[in-house]
């Protein structure tokens, strides 16, 4: 989507607009970090900084959770989707991780000798962990946000709708009308 430079066109601008280097190396540094395995994140990033990232996401709006986690469980599931493909390519390809040309193929998270199927069936297992886990926190989220805003919206027994008050009013005028009329 952002191959050309330019940013999606949104109903509120009717030109695009142009997109920074700094705004698309964040964007691949965000996708990235999406893109880790459990353990490679706690490797890159510590316990303070997780912390961090902890309290950041607890002080976000539930309306912003819901967004932040289903564009994560979008960026996990082209992870896993990608990850797939490559692993059915690995099936077709020969045996200890060459590629069809003959060139080793790059490794996954394993240790060198380890065979690059199993570092994807590893990476593909984490990523679809880590999706159930997501899903469980996006349920609850939206569960909460749901009765907020259940809350918050005003029951129907305060004030009828505009709508209602037009159909009520013309339901009254037709009686009236029809009784004026067979008197």
Do not use: W
């Not at 964007?27 to 990235?32: D, P």
């Not at 590629?99 to 199993?118: C, E, H, M, V, W």
């Not at 994807?120 to 469980?136: C, M, P, S």
Request: aromatic residues 4%.
């Amino acid at each position: 989507p952002l191959d050309n430079g330019m940013q999606p066109l949104s109903e509120s601008s009717p030109q695009p607009t142009p997109v920074t280097e700094g705004q698309r190396r964040h964007a691949r540094l965000i996708a990235s970090l999406h893109r880790l395995t459990l353990a490679e994140f706690q490797n890159l990033i510590s316990p303070a900084q997780q912390r961090a990232l902890l309290a950041r996401y607890s002080g976000l709006s539930e309306a912003s959770k819901v967004s932040a986690l289903r564009r994560v469980k979008e960026v996990l599931d082209q992870a896993v989707e990608d990850l797939t493909e490559r692993r059915s390519e690995t099936l077709m390809g020969p045996p200890g991780g060459l590629s069809l040309d003959g060139a080793p193929a790059p490794l996954q998270g394993g240790s060198p000798g380890t065979d690059p199927r199993d570092a994807l069936d590893l990476r593909i297992q984490d990523h679809t962990q880590t999706l159930k886990e997501l899903a469980a926190e996006a349920k609850f989220v939206e569960q909460r946000y749901s009765r907020r805003a259940q809350k918050s919206t005003p029951a129907s027994s305060q004030k009828p709708y505009l709508s209602q008050l037009f159909v009520r009013e013309f339901e009254r005028c037709r009686t009236e009308g029809s009784g004026q009329a067979s008197g």
